[in-house]
Nanobody, 124 residues
Framework: QVQLAESGGGLVQAGGSLRLSCAAS????????MGWFRQAPGKEREFVAR????????YYADSVKGRFTISRDNTKNTAYLQMNSLKPEDTAVYYC?????????????????WGQGTQVTVSS
Protein backbone atom coordinates (compact mmCIF):
# COMPACT_ATOMS: atom_id res chain seq x y z
CA GLN A 1 0.00 0.00 0.00
CA VAL A 2 1.42 3.36 -1.02
CA GLN A 3 1.21 6.24 1.41
CA LEU A 4 1.55 9.87 0.37
CA ALA A 5 2.17 12.70 2.81
CA GLU A 6 2.00 16.36 1.80
CA SER A 7 3.68 19.17 3.68
CA GLY A 8 4.55 22.82 3.18
CA GLY A 9 1.16 24.46 3.15
CA GLY A 10 0.35 27.58 5.12
CA LEU A 11 -0.78 31.18 5.06
CA VAL A 12 0.93 33.58 2.67
CA GLN A 13 0.22 37.03 1.30
CA ALA A 14 -0.67 37.55 -2.33
CA GLY A 15 2.47 37.59 -4.44
CA GLY A 16 4.28 35.27 -2.07
CA SER A 17 5.61 31.76 -2.54
CA LEU A 18 5.23 28.33 -1.00
CA ARG A 19 6.81 24.97 -1.77
CA LEU A 20 4.74 21.86 -1.24
CA SER A 21 6.32 18.45 -0.80
CA CYS A 22 4.81 15.01 -1.22
CA ALA A 23 6.72 12.11 0.31
CA ALA A 24 5.78 8.66 -0.96
CA SER A 25 6.33 5.22 0.47
CA UNK A 26 7.13 2.27 -1.77
CA UNK A 27 10.08 1.09 -3.83
CA UNK A 28 8.87 1.92 -7.33
CA UNK A 29 8.34 5.68 -7.05
CA UNK A 30 10.27 6.43 -10.23
CA UNK A 31 7.94 4.22 -12.26
CA UNK A 32 4.80 6.19 -11.52
CA UNK A 33 3.31 9.53 -12.45
CA MET A 34 2.54 12.10 -9.81
CA GLY A 35 -0.09 14.80 -9.87
CA TRP A 36 -1.11 17.79 -7.81
CA PHE A 37 -4.76 18.73 -7.43
CA ARG A 38 -6.58 21.29 -5.34
CA GLN A 39 -10.04 21.76 -3.92
CA ALA A 40 -11.51 25.02 -2.73
CA PRO A 41 -14.58 25.14 -0.47
CA GLY A 42 -17.75 24.40 -2.41
CA LYS A 43 -15.85 23.51 -5.57
CA GLU A 44 -14.82 20.29 -7.27
CA ARG A 45 -11.30 18.99 -7.07
CA GLU A 46 -9.30 20.42 -9.95
CA PHE A 47 -6.08 19.51 -11.70
CA VAL A 48 -3.01 21.66 -11.05
CA ALA A 49 0.04 19.87 -12.49
CA ARG A 50 1.39 16.44 -13.34
CA UNK A 51 4.78 14.86 -13.96
CA UNK A 52 5.73 11.51 -15.47
CA UNK A 53 7.76 8.89 -13.64
CA UNK A 54 11.01 10.00 -15.24
CA UNK A 55 10.18 13.67 -14.94
CA UNK A 56 10.40 14.11 -18.70
CA UNK A 57 6.73 14.91 -19.26
CA UNK A 58 5.16 17.81 -17.39
CA TYR A 59 1.82 19.51 -17.82
CA TYR A 60 0.11 22.41 -16.04
CA ALA A 61 -3.37 23.79 -15.75
CA ASP A 62 -3.68 27.11 -17.56
CA SER A 63 -4.52 28.85 -14.29
CA VAL A 64 -1.07 28.11 -12.82
CA LYS A 65 1.14 27.99 -15.91
CA GLY A 66 4.14 30.27 -15.51
CA ARG A 67 3.68 30.55 -11.74
CA PHE A 68 3.87 26.95 -10.47
CA THR A 69 6.60 24.37 -11.09
CA ILE A 70 6.22 20.66 -10.50
CA SER A 71 9.30 18.50 -9.98
CA ARG A 72 10.36 15.24 -8.41
CA ASP A 73 13.41 13.71 -6.82
CA ASN A 74 13.23 9.96 -7.38
CA THR A 75 16.19 9.35 -5.04
CA LYS A 76 14.08 10.78 -2.22
CA ASN A 77 10.67 9.43 -3.29
CA THR A 78 9.38 12.98 -3.19
CA ALA A 79 7.43 15.25 -5.52
CA TYR A 80 7.32 19.02 -5.20
CA LEU A 81 5.13 21.92 -6.22
CA GLN A 82 6.84 25.30 -6.16
CA MET A 83 4.18 28.00 -6.12
CA ASN A 84 5.17 31.59 -6.92
CA SER A 85 3.16 34.77 -7.42
CA LEU A 86 0.34 33.30 -5.40
CA LYS A 87 -3.13 34.78 -5.73
CA PRO A 88 -6.13 34.64 -3.38
CA GLU A 89 -7.86 32.36 -5.89
CA ASP A 90 -5.12 29.78 -5.30
CA THR A 91 -6.53 29.24 -1.80
CA ALA A 92 -7.48 25.56 -1.47
CA VAL A 93 -6.53 22.24 0.02
CA TYR A 94 -3.77 20.83 -2.15
CA TYR A 95 -3.47 17.09 -2.71
CA CYS A 96 -0.76 15.00 -4.27
CA UNK A 97 -1.71 11.81 -6.04
CA UNK A 98 0.04 8.88 -7.64
CA UNK A 99 -1.00 7.03 -10.75
CA UNK A 100 0.52 3.55 -11.04
CA UNK A 101 1.63 4.01 -14.63
CA UNK A 102 4.42 6.19 -16.03
CA UNK A 103 2.26 8.92 -17.54
CA UNK A 104 -0.26 11.04 -15.69
CA UNK A 105 -3.56 12.54 -16.70
CA UNK A 106 -5.55 15.58 -15.62
CA UNK A 107 -8.43 13.52 -14.22
CA UNK A 108 -8.60 12.74 -10.50
CA UNK A 109 -10.34 9.43 -11.11
CA UNK A 110 -7.27 8.13 -12.95
CA UNK A 111 -5.08 8.31 -9.83
CA UNK A 112 -4.75 5.39 -7.46
CA UNK A 113 -3.35 6.89 -4.27
CA TRP A 114 -3.94 10.22 -2.54
CA GLY A 115 -2.40 12.16 0.29
CA GLN A 116 -4.39 13.74 3.09
CA GLY A 117 -4.02 17.25 1.70
CA THR A 118 -2.38 20.44 2.92
CA GLN A 119 -4.11 23.81 3.28
CA VAL A 120 -2.84 26.77 1.29
CA THR A 121 -4.36 30.14 2.13
CA VAL A 122 -3.44 33.28 0.20
CA SER A 123 -4.51 36.56 1.73
CA SER A 124 -5.13 39.69 -0.33
Amino acid sequence: QVQLAESGGGLVQAGGSLRLSCAASGRTFSSYAMGWFRQAPGKEREFVARISGSGGSIYYADSVKGRFTISRDNTKNTAYLQMNSLKPEDTAVYYCAQRTVRLGTSWPQDYDYWGQGTQVTVSS
